[in-house]
Each structure stands twice: as structure tokens, then as C-alpha cells.
């Protein structure tokens, strides 16, 4: 074993130094080596839905962003429902069972909405979720989805899996929400094993009800141990083994989970509620290091992905089903997908550190990619997991919340991306803490958010979700489950805000008071007559005052679930719109089945 450590370490050595002579570099445009990319640009295709299509601003001298056609900055919020993921549920006496916990048939969704059970760890995704989504003024969810479902053999994609996912996205669009595609992987795959009772000293047993990602057939261990060190599910040698060899595309697995990105752009490619990929959650890079992992591996990765789903053509052609160095294209899929975003995941090193781990290198000359980041400050940063310190006595970062925020603004630009916050949460009773700071920080940003997660069964401290979870205890496993526990309400409170989801003034400032429901945002009218909207969700209830240069009074229209849309027409200077602070009026607690 010590031997195929070594053997990677020499591996990575190798690639730095090629990268020092191969490695395209910072400008993409001035590349000789690499092929010229075909044009982009013109009018997007007609959408199958009634959603603007989504694409990124580059502003000089400025973070770009997410905007819609009429180039207005768009802050995406939302939330990342757990239930099409394919978690084990630990039911039987194999990990090996292809079979999906709940049904992916959408017959078993119409109209109705599967049991939910305390065996696993997240109820299923149903219509009735979507619509509180929306009523909570959510404008998008991040839709996390299994490769080992999609692609249970190889070479076979899964077409009712498929018709499973364009059903959520059927729901998103009828509510307004836009859907992100993530591409979901904890710890690589729930087929890493499980090595009882673990034969290295110091290991625990792998606990595969957290695994989750790649298929069986692609899952590559070598014979490694699955045993987790520090009560970390990735310090797994079997997990680290599986990943190094997908970045090193052994047996060809790296272009099968291409070519399955590909199908599933080539079924949404037409659709404008797909604001995007999400390409892999959470990238963990096996015995390989930053930066050469980031640099040389997993961005590089990213640019053939986006190659072979859009066909431009940004790297060198190379042959594919074995290793492909940095500056490796990949050959065009023919999906020409070309309107919907790239959210590039920044890396599971880069959460647990809150600073960059790579250099700053160009991705792609594809112009519509978002860097995505995971704020986990104080949940997954040094203080918490190694030396196990309370967020309230902390002693990293040294930067608190908005060491990770500034840095990921420079890392966007390095890479020429706009910036999101794909994933964030914590254990709910530091939402006081955390969560509000979090969210604070996202405001001054001007970054969107994806709230992890909607709902989890088991309540307490191993519950994450908006909801409190179901009771797990092994009395209640063999009963009908309720959909979900109740909301809770402080999580409700600082997540259910007022916030602007579009504006033409990318500069402009805002904030939300979740004590009081008070709200306060301030624009210029510089940039042209186009509006800015802001949502209100039901649970504030204070009036709107609009103020400054506008142009007639502000059209505030009531949606179906009761949120309030404000729109209002800059005049060329600067205006302002508030909402009076009001008591708050909390959803409640409904644990009805859902439909």
C-alpha cells in the first residue's frame, strides 16, 4: 500500500513539472497552443419554459455576475433538497443493492408522494415541496442528482431516472424556480466498502449511510480498506484510492461521467429553468495536493466537461479513455449547449481552509461559468474539525466570515466567473451565530445562496434541514413517516428575507433585518430604465415605500402562495425601496402527507 502512495506522490511530482512547460496559463486568448474557440453569442434558443435564460455579465474591473437578458445582476436563492440522491438506507445486509431507496418511476410522484421512512436519511422529493419552496420566496433550488443512478451500467443511462428529474424540473418551472443541476458525491460513491472491523490501527467503521456519487462499476478501491480516520467520511483509504483514480481516468472512468453530463444536457439543453451545472459537488482530490490537484486534475476536468458538453474547443486534442494531462481539451459531444451556466465547484480543500488552494489559472473561454463556494466556516474549517472548538471561542478563521467571501471574489475573477454560494449550513443551533453572519456576509457580496438542506429525517444535532427531522429511533423504523417535522422557526426567520432578485445596478446596496422584517435597498437609476423587483416572502408583512428617482408609483403584485413582488421603474438617479419593520407572521408547522 505504502508503495502506491508513493507512486502517486511521484505522479504528481511529474505533473508539476510538465505544467511548468505545458500548463496554458492565465490567458486563455493568447494561447497558441491551444485550438481557437468557436464563437459564442446571438440570441439563446426559444425556451420550453417561461423563465429568462440566465447568463454571466463581465463588467470591467469588477466580479462578473449572473444576469438575464435585460443584463440585470439576479441573486438566485434557494434551497438543496436531499431526496433523489442515492444514499444506501442501510436496509439489508449489502451496500451492493442497485435498487434506489425511493421509487425514481414519476408515476409514484403524480398526484401523491411516497412514505417517507427513518431507514434513510432524507424524505422524498415531492410536488408539495417546490411549492413551499416558492411560498417561502425562493427563486431556485440546487437539484442534487446520482451518477450511480443515472449511469447504474456502464454505458446505460437511465431513462426513467431522467424523466424523474425533467418531473422536478416540470414543478420548478410552474413555480418560477430555476433549477440547478449538482452533480452530487459524498466521499466518491456508497460502494467504497466497508472494512468490519477495520484492519489499520486508529480507523472507525465506514458509516456508508453518508457515501454517495459514483456507480459500483466505476468505484476503483484497489483493494484498499474502507475505514474512516477522525471520524471524517473522505480520510477513507478506499475513498482517497477511488478518487485518484477517476482524476487519473483510470479504465476510462473520468469520460464515462463526461458522457453522462452530456445526456443530461442534451435533454435540458432547450430548456431555460435549467439555469445550469453544478459539474461535481465537493471534489475531493485522493492522495494527490493542492495546488497541483486543483491545477493540473479537477480544473482542467472542469474544461473538458464544458469542451465536450458546449464544443468549444479550449484544449489540446488528446486521446480520451486513459490519463489526459492538464492541457487536454476533450472532443466536442455534440450537445452544443451554449445558453444554460457552469457552477464550478472550488473545491472540498478550499471549504475546509477557507482560502484559495490553487493559482490563479483561466478554466475555459466558455463565458457563462460561476465559481461555486462552499461557506462553511466554523462547520468543516480547522477550529471545528481537528481541534474541536465552539464557533463562539474560534480560533480560525483569522479572517472570520469574510475571509472566505473576499477570497472567493478574487478567485472568480482570476478565473473570469461570476460568484455563488452553491452550498452552506450548519447545525441549527448556531444559526444565531453562523447563519446570520453567513447571510450577512452573502449580502454585501451581492451573492446568491443554496441552502443545504430542505429536509432530514432524525432530529438533533445529525439534522441540518429547514425542517426538524423525523424520530429515527428503531421503534419508529418500520412505520409510515410524516413528510417532515416542523419548521423551525429561527431557521424561517433568517431565511425567508426580502431580497432583490434582479436590478440593473450591479453596485447596488441592501439589507435585511430578520428581527424586525425591516428591509433597505438602495440603487441607481444610471444604468437605464430597466427595473429592479424585490420579493418579500409571507412571513413579512411591513409596508413598501419607494423613494428618489422612479417613475411612478412601484407595482407590488401578490403571487399564489402569498409573496409579494416588488417591481419598480428607475428615472436616471438614485432611488431607494424599504419595507417598514412589522411583526413577523411564521408558516407554522404542517406535517400533513404531502401531495
Known amino acids: 500500500m505504502s508503495g502506491r502512495i508513493i507512486g502517486r506522490a511521484v505522479a504528481v511530482l511529474v505533473l508539476l513539472i510538465l505544467a511548468l512547460f505545458t500548463y496554458p496559463g492565465a490567458d486563455v486568448a493568447s494561447l497558441a497552443v491551444w485550438l481557437t474557440p468557436p464563437a459564442i453569442g446571438g440570441s439563446p434558443r426559444a425556451s420550453a419554459g417561461g423563465l429568462a435564460w440566465l447568463h454571466i455579465e463581465h463588467p470591467a474591473g469588477r466580479t462578473a455576475y449572473i444576469a438575464d437578458p435585460q443584463g440585470r445582476l439576479v441573486l438566485l436563492h434557494g434551497a438543496i433538497p436531499g431526496g433523489m440522491i442515492d444514499f444506501w438506507s442501510g436496509a439489508g445486509s449489502s451496500n451492493l443493492t442497485p435498487k434506489p431507496f425511493y421509487p425514481i418511476d414519476p408515476s409514484a410522484y403524480e398526484g401523491r408522494c411516497p412514505d417517507n421512512s427513518s431507514l434513510i436519511r432524507v424524505p422524498p422529493l415531492c410536488r408539495s415541496d417546490i411549492a413551499q419552496m416558492a411560498a417561502f420566496g425562493f427563486n431556485s433550488l440546487r437539484l442534487p442528482i446520482s451518477w450511480s443512478l443515472l449511469e447504474p451500467a456502464r454505458g446505460q443511462f437511465s431513462q426513467t431516472y431522467l424523466a424523474r428529474i425533467a418531473q422536478v424540473v416540470d414543478w420548478a418551472r410552474a413555480e418560477g424556480l430555476y433549477v440547478i443541476f449538482d452533480m452530487h458525491q459524498d466521499a466518491y460513491s456508497r460502494y467504497v466498502g466497508r472494512a468490519s472491523p477495520p484492519p489499520i490501527p486508529g480507523g472507525d467503521t465506514t458509516d456508508l449511510q453518508y457515501d454517495n456519487g459514483a456507480p459500483d462499476w466505476a468505484t476503483i478501491t484497489d483493494g484498499f480498506p474502507s475505514e474512516v480516520f477522525g471520524g471524517q467520511r473522505e480520510l477513507n483509504p478506499a475513498v482517497l484510492e477511488a478518487d485518484s483514480n477517476f482524476w487519473y481516468n483510470r479504465a476510462g472512468v473520468q469520460d464515462e461521467y463526461i458522457a453522462t453530463v452530456a445526456v443530461l444536457a442534451r435533454k435540458f439543453m432547450n430548456d431555460s429553468t435549467v439555469a445550469g451545472y453544478s459539474i461535481f459537488n465537493e471534489p475531493w482530490p485522493g492522495w494527490n495536493l493542492p495546488p497541483g490537484w486543483e491545477d493540473l486534475l479537477l480544473f482542467p476536468f472542469y474544461r473538458r466537461v464544458i469542451d465536450a458538453v458546449t464544443g468549444v474547443h479550449d484544449g489540446l486534442p488528446c486521446p480520451t479513455h486513459i490519463y489526459m494531462p492538464a492541457p487536454c481539451g476533450y472532443p466536442d ?263
Open 333 to 595: 459531444l455534440g450537445v452544443r449547449d451554449r445558453n444554460q451556466l457552469f457552477f464550478l465547484d472550488l473545491g472540498l480543500p478550499r471549504e475546509i481552509t477557507d482560502l484559495p488552494t490553487h493559482l490563479d489559472l483561466a478554466v475555459s473561454s466558455y463565458p457563462n461559468l460561476v465559481a461555486g463556494l462552499h461557506a462553511y466556516t466554523h462547520g468543516y474549517t480547522p477550529d471545528s474539525i481537528f481541534l474541536h472548538q465552539d464557533p463562539d471561542k474560534a480560533s480560525y478563521p483569522w479572517g472570520g466570515y469574510e475571509q472566505t467571501y473576499a477570497s472567493a471574489e478574487r478567485e472568480s475573477r482570476a478565473i473570469n466567473a461570476a460568484l455563488m454560494v452553491t452550498e452552506f449550513g450548519n447545525d441549527p443551533k448556531w444559526d444565531p451565530l453562523i447563519l446570520a453572519n453567513e447571510l450577512i456576509e452573502q449580502e454585501q457580496h451581492r451573492v446568491g445562496f443554496a441552502f443545504w438542506t430542505w429536509k432530514e429525517n432524525c432530529g438533533g444535532a445529525h439534522s441540518w434541514g429547514m425542517f426538524e427531522g423525523i424520530e429515527c429511533s428503531k421503534s419508529k423504523q418500520l412505520q409510515a413517516q410524516p413528510p417532515s417535522g416542523c419548521l423551525r422557526p429561527g431557521r424561517e426567520r433568517l431565511l425567508a428575507r426580502v431580497y432583490p432578485s434582479a436590478s440593473a445596478d450591479p453596485n447596488l446596496t441592501f439589507h435585511y433585518d430578520p428581527s424586525t422584517g425591516a428591509f433597505e435597498l438602495r440603487a441607481s437609476g444610471q444604468f437605464g430604465d430597466v427595473p429592479t423587483v424585490v420579493v418579500i416572502p409571507v412571513e413579512v408583512t411591513g409596508s413598501v415605500t419607494v423613494s428618489g428617482a422612479v417613475a411612478g408609483e412601484p407595482a407590488i403584485s401578490q403571487q399564489p402562495h402569498g409573496v409579494r413582488i416588488v417591481t419598480v421603474y428607475p428615472s436616471g438617479g438614485a432611488f431607494s425601496i424599504s419595507v417598514a419593520a412589522a411583526s413577523l407572521a411564521p408558516l407554522g408547522c404542517d406535517t400533513s402527507a404531502p401531495s
